[in-house]
Every structure is written in structure tokens, then in C-alpha cells.
T-cell receptor
């Protein structure tokens, strides 16, 4: 089975500062990697995904992530955060079963 | 707008009761998955339906069951509710063509068991 570890449960950051949300995964098979965002009382919205090819993936709202196979990581980054980025962020992997395995989430709080 | 709609949005049930949650998948999607998200946790996979057949199940007891209809909408049924069943239940739809297709999530149903 696959597993996902999000290393930081809470990340406070000042507005316009850069941020990195860390994600490591464990799998014995090829997986696909995703980052989803969840705003309060909402479902999950896809930020970006890695299927194959270039290890640097760009997503919506200025977010990007880098796939590192040797370190089994898929960290999410944004060079300058905005108040509206305050939300819960989930890293997920999907394998050949198409089932998603989610991490426990990172709560990003942007401080004015 | 993802096009995945869930009903109801909130629900309060008593321990031991049964509940049915509903999901309308996005147009053109033939696969529906259900997830349970407990407070402060990531979503946990319950099961998945592809063309009306269950084709994957997570570590949930048999009292969690489901259906998918010919129009690809779906129901999640939970019998003999327990307090620990209180959670946000998320439905996700996708097109199962190849691997790595993204899942589109609904806003969820918040179930409270008292």
C-alpha cells in the first residue's frame, strides 16, 4: 500500500513571503502525485499533479511542486503568498487502482 | 465549479440509525469514489464504483455500502451508525481512462452522529 507523510501540520507565514509545504510518500510501485487545497466548509480543489515528464510542475494560483524520485518527495512551493491562500493543503498519491491516498494535511495560515 | 454535487450538506443522526448520502457525478465521468474525512485528518478511501460495479474498497466495515446508478450518480449507505462515523463524507468523480486522471470532489456532507 502507499502512504503519504506531510511533515508540517501547521505553517504560519507572513503575506508576500515564500512558502514550502513538504510531502513525502512511500510506494513500491509507480504512483501519480497530487496537491489539493481545501477551503473551510468546502470540498477539495486540485492545485497541480505530476504524472510523468518534467519534475517541476506548475499549478493554479501561482503554486508549483517538484517531484524528487530519489527522495520520494513532492514539495509544494509558492514564491509569494496572499491572504487568500489560507487553507488546508493535502498531498495525495494515486496508483494503478486509481485510489487516492491522502496525507493528514498542512494548515497554511497567511499573516497580514 | 466542479459539477459534483452532494446532498444533503449537513445531517444529524442518532447512534444506531441508518443514513444515505447522495452524489451526482460530473457529466461524462463514469467513476465515483467516496471518502471519509474525520476532523483534522486527511480523506480516507471508502470505496469506488466504476460502471455500477464496486472496483475497490478501503478498510471500512460492511455496514458501509454503496450503489452507482446508470447515470453514474451514487449513494453511500451507512448502517448502525456509531459516534466515530461523524465526519465529512466526500464524493469524487473521474473518468477512468488510463492512469493518473484527477478526481473532482464535491463539497461534502457533514454527518454528525449523536
Amino acid at each position: 500500500a502507499q502512504s503519504v507523510t506531510q511533515l508540517d501540520s501547521q505553517v504560519p507565514v507572513f503575506e508576500e513571503a515564500p512558502v514550502e509545504l513538504r510531502c513525502n510518500y512511500s510506494s513500491s510501485v509507480s504512483v501519480y502525485l497530487f496537491w489539493y487545497v481545501q477551503y473551510p466548509n468546502q470540498g477539495l480543489q486540485l492545485l497541480l499533479k505530476y504524472l510523468s515528464g518534467s519534475t517541476l510542475v506548475k499549478g493554479i494560483n501561482g503554486f508549483e511542486a517538484e517531484f524528487n524520485k530519489s527522495q520520494t518527495s513532492f514539495h509544494l512551493r509558492k514564491p509569494s503568498v496572499h491572504i487568500s491562500d489560507t487553507a488546508e493543503y493535502f498531498c495525495a498519491v494515486s496508483d494503478w487502482t486509481s485510489q487516492f491516498y491522502f496525507g493528514t494535511g498542512t494548515s497554511l495560515t497567511v499573516i497580514p | 465549479e466542479t459539477g459534483v454535487t452532494q446532498s444533503p450538506t449537513h445531517l444529524i443522526k442518532t447512534r444506531g440509525q441508518q443514513v444515505t448520502l447522495r452524489c451526482s457525478s460530473q457529466s461524462g465521468h463514469n467513476t465515483v469514489s467516496w471518502y471519509q474525512q474525520a476532523l483534522g485528518q486527511g480523506p480516507q478511501f471508502i470505496f469506488q464504483y466504476y460502471r455500477e460495479e464496486e472496483n475497490g474498497r478501503g478498510n471500512f466495515p460492511p455496514r458501509f455500502s454503496g450503489l452507482q446508478f446508470p447515470n453514474y450518480s451514487s449513494e453511500l449507505n451507512v448502517n448502525a451508525l456509531e459516534l466515530d462515523d461523524s465526519a465529512l463524507y466526500l464524493c469524487a468523480s473521474r473518468t477512468l481512462q488510463g492512469q493518473g486522471t484527477e478526481a473532482f470532489f464535491g463539497q461534502g456532507t457533514r454527518l454528525t452522529v449523536v
